[in-house]
């Protein structure tokens, strides 16, 4: 349970003015964070356990743009799932207030920061690419919808950032050890060293042996430095 009386209408504010147009929420995003909200934080709890299926039902949404739309509510922090069984998901929500990639002021949606990340040059280094849905979407658009392992292109809403260092071995959320990739490369890397993967790819016929060669060049490129967002992000 909250320990505190939620206030239903600040919180209703803060997601119509502040959350969903900061993390570019789409209108299906917004249709399932509003009904899982209703049925946790709303209803006095923090977390909540549900079936996609039967989520996808209440809202007329196919299964899969569904389980989509939470995915990507994990992605930005507006909810993290910490179970995924058969019988379904159990996610805890957070409040807009809590959500650090919009971070707000004491006064809601009025208390807003301005612009979502940008930062000047000299900090291009020390940024955390995962703070802000601006700053994962610079790395997104660096890879121009092209998966950087696999180089399938895929539609931009099912793809993935993937920590080429994994975080598990202290990788960072720096710009050059963040790549855009499709989901599939995502799950299949899992805690793998980048160039063993790249070399799985090109064994299961998915690279060719010239693209294995561009793609490690890449990765060596992406830790020098040299693979940086494109400027005015
Ligand atoms: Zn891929």
């Known amino acids: 349970m909250l320990n505190k009386k939620l206030n239903a209408k600040l919180l209703w504010m803060q997601f119509e003015d502040v959350l969903a147009p900061r ?19 709303v209803a ?13 039902r209440t809202l007329g949404l196919s299964i899969g743009a569904a389980r989509q739309a939470v995915r990507r509510l994990d992605e930005l922090g507006a909810l ?17 207030e809590k959500i650090r990639a919009i971070r707000l002021g004491k006064n809601g949606a009025s208390g807003a920061t301005g612009a979502a990340g940008e930062p000047p040059a000299s900090t291009l280094e020390t940024t955390d690419f995962l703070k802000t849905w601006a700053l994962r979407k610079a790395i997104h658009d660096r890879e121009r919808g092209a998966c950087f392992y696999c180089l399938r292109r895929t539609p931009a809403n099912v793809h ?20 855009s990739c499709c989901l599939e490369c995502n799950s299949r890397k899992g805690d793998r060293a980048a160039p ?13 042996a010239a693209e294995l060669d561009t793609r490690l060049r890449a990765l060596k490129g992406l830790a020098a430095g040299k693979l940086r967002p494109s400027p005015g992000f």
Do not use: C, I, W
Request: aromatic share 8%; hydrophobic share 45%.
């Open 23 to 41: 993390l570019g929420l789409t209108v299906k995003e917004r249709a399932v964070y509003s009904y899982l909200l209703r049925h946790s934080l």
């Open 44 to 56: 006095g709890k923090l977390r909540l356990q549900f079936a996609v299926m039967a989520l996808a």
């Open 80 to 96: 993290r799932v910490l179970k995924r069984s058969k019988t379904g998901h159990l996610a805890e929500m957070r409040l807009p």
């Open 160 to 179: 993935g950032l993937d920590h080429v260092v994994p975080r598990v071995r202290f990788g960072r959320n720096s710009y050059r050890n963040l790549v």
């Open 196 to 208: 063993d993967f790249l070399r799985t790819l090109y064994r299961l016929g998915r690279l060719t």
